[in-house]
């Protein structure tokens, strides 16, 4: 009896390492996966400045605007590309916030205070009303 006791402790535990190890082996294969995707989007970002920097040169600019954020300050600067493309910089870091060289930009053909609030979240401001130009809507 003893005998039988101890063999059903042995195979919870082996029962319970086996679980465990299968457990540590998913978040192994999880976490690779997202450093992969990290990687794939840090190599697709590097890619984007290299075509920026070929790109931002006097010819290439068709006109700049600046962007505000909602408390008021000037704290973005959108360049517009002539054939097409933009890029939005950080104006106290210079760091490319946002590039699209394949579309025009969302404020290219209009006036006013423009509000950045992130990729695809622009807004034009009209007395103190904010006007939607375009938003993304990330689902998780």
């Known amino acids: 009896m003893r005998n039988i006791k ?24 999880v976490y690779f996966t ?4 990290l990687v794939a989007d840090s190599f697709e970002y590097n890619q984007s400045v290299i075509s920026l920097k070929e790109k931002l040169t006097e010819e290439n600019i ?23 493309g933009y890029a939005i910089f950080c104006r106290t870091t210079a760091e490319p916030l946002q590039i699209n060289l394949n579309e025009s930009s969302v404020f ?5 205070t423009f509000i950045y609030s992130g990729p695809g979240n622009y807004f ?7 006007i939607v130009l375009g938003t993304v809507l990330f689902l998780i």
């Open 62 to 84: 068709d006109s700049t605007k600046i962007l505000y954020n909602f408390d008021g300050r000037q704290d973005f600067l959108l360049v517009n590309f002539k054939e097409k």
């Open 108 to 112: 290219r053909e209009k006036t006013g």
């Open 124 to 130: 034009l401001k009209n007395g103190e009303e904010f």
């Open 34 to 37: 997202k450093i992969e995707m």
């Open 6 to 29: 101890n063999n059903k402790k042995y195979m919870n535990l082996a029962l319970t390492v086996m679980l465990a190890t299968v457990l540590a082996l998913l978040v192994v294969v």
